[in-house]
């Protein structure tokens, strides 16, 4: 900044001392007003100044206006987040404060904010400050889903002050299509940027390790602070929540990434009520994947995967006698181990994919498998429970 003022000061000394010299030398002729006169040999010629004119403010093309109507539409509901962490450290297990922060929207007049979940992880302390610079409101954490980065908090703040911002849908984005980040990038409060999709259905690991799919890809500029905050459309509606950057730096590199609200639209209603997400449950701890299908490893003791009769890996004990010692071995034989070929009638492969299946259903559903039971394929009805 020191910088910045120096040269404005360097500059217009330099300014006035060029315009002294121009008074004093130009064409070797003193500038005159508009009652003054000038001598060119006895001609006396009286001259008058006339004030320069500028062109009028051109008008704004239609992409500056749909940029000004996005921005006024959904600044005022694009919140900053701060939080505070504590964590212990060394020997003496001594406190260390930590601070954080990203972005947020108000989804309703009660005071929800939707952000990331890594933006209030292990957070303390929350406070979120409304569009204006007025005193920032605490706020509760009144849900989180670590396998899709969602987090919804609560603010005590009055319904006049807050602004939803409108949600879309994901539904039918288009690569190509322009769209627009908006948040607080390094704590620089509502900063809009614009981009393109640059594609979709990405696939991000989240801090479980889950998979997130249909993650969109986007050029509009993202950075630290930017988490949490709103993918818009041309229309000013929310299709996704900003989550991640890859990059070197640590800064944009014109790859952001979004979850699409579609997936938020699943989500928040469930966090605002429940505080989690309540996803459908088949009870198969681990599979294997195979060139035949998925080879169930463990299943859950009285899940809904042990109930339909579905079996992993079967534990053989076995007497060992060498020399003077005899003992029980054990291990894991997978012999007798069902290997599901698909879902409902669709073939699933990996791991993830079967995961995703059984999530796309409620607890109560029922789904049907198929399987290979040595060597023969069979359908097993499955109710699934929940998580």
């Known amino acids: ?26 064409s070797g002729f003193p500038m005159v007003g508009a009652a003054q006169a000038q001598q060119f040999g006895a001609q006396t010629v009286t001259a008058s100044v006339v004030p320069a004119t500028l062109p009028p403010n051109p008008a704004l093309t239609p992409e500056e206006q749909t940029n000004i109507r996005v921005y006024d539409g959904a600044n005022r509901g694009v919140v900053n987040v701060l939080t505070r962490t504590v964590s212990y450290d060394g020997f003496f297990r001594l406190p260390s404060a930590g601070e954080g922060a990203g972005s947020g929207s108000v989804i309703d007049k009660q005071g929800h904010v939707l952000t990331n979940y890594h933006v209030v992880e292990d957070a303390n302390k929350v406070w979120v400050t409304l569009p204006g610079g007025k005193d920032p409101y605490e706020g509760e954490v009144v849900g989180e889903d670590p396998d899709n ?8 703040a009055p319904p006049e002050e807050l602004f939803p911002v409108p949600l879309g849908t994901s539904d039918n984005l288009r690569v190509g299509q322009r769209v627009y980040t908006l948040g607080n990038p390094f704590g620089l409060e509502g900063t809009l940027t614009t981009g393109i999709i640059s594609n979709l259905n990405r696939t991000l690991p989240s801090r479980t390790g889950h998979d997130m799919k249909s993650i969109i890809q986007t050029d509009a500029a993202m950075n630290p602070g ?28 014109g790859l952001g990434f979004a979850i699409p609200v579609n997936r938020i639209r699943q989500v928040v209603p469930q966090l605002i009520e429940h ?5 459908a449950d088949i009870g198969i701890v681990a599979v294997k994947e195979l060139k035949q299908g998925l080879q169930i490893v463990e299943v ?18 076995k007497h060992v006698t060498r020399g003077p010692l005899a003992y029980d071995v054990e291990r894991q034989d997978p012999t007798n181990s069902d290997i599901i070929v698909a879902v409902d009638g669709q073939p699933v492969d990996t791991a993830s994919a079967f995961v995703e299946k059984i999530e796309d259903h409620q607890p109560g559903d029922q ?21």
Do not use: H, Y
């Not at 097993?380 to 429970?385: A, C, D, F, R, Y």
């Open 1 to 26: 900044m020191k910088k910045i003022f120096l040269c404005c000061v360097v500059s217009a000394l330099l300014g006035a001392s060029f315009a002294a010299w121009l008074v004093g030398n130009s």
């Open 149 to 156: 980065d969602v987090a919804v908090l609560k603010i005590n």
């Open 226 to 253: 930017n988490s949490g905050g709103p993918l818009l459309d041309t229309s000013g509606r929310m299709v996704g929540m900003n989550v991640a950057i890859a990059t070197k730096t640590g800064q944009n590199a």
């Open 275 to 279: 505080g989690k997400v309540v996803r």
């Open 300 to 317: 859950n003791k009285g899940g809904p995967a042990e109930k339909a009769g579905l079996k992993g890996w079967s534990l053989v004990r």
């Open 367 to 387: 789904i049907q498998l198929t399987i290979l039971r040595q060597g023969k394929q069979a359908d097993v009805p499955v109710v699934l429970g929940s998580n």
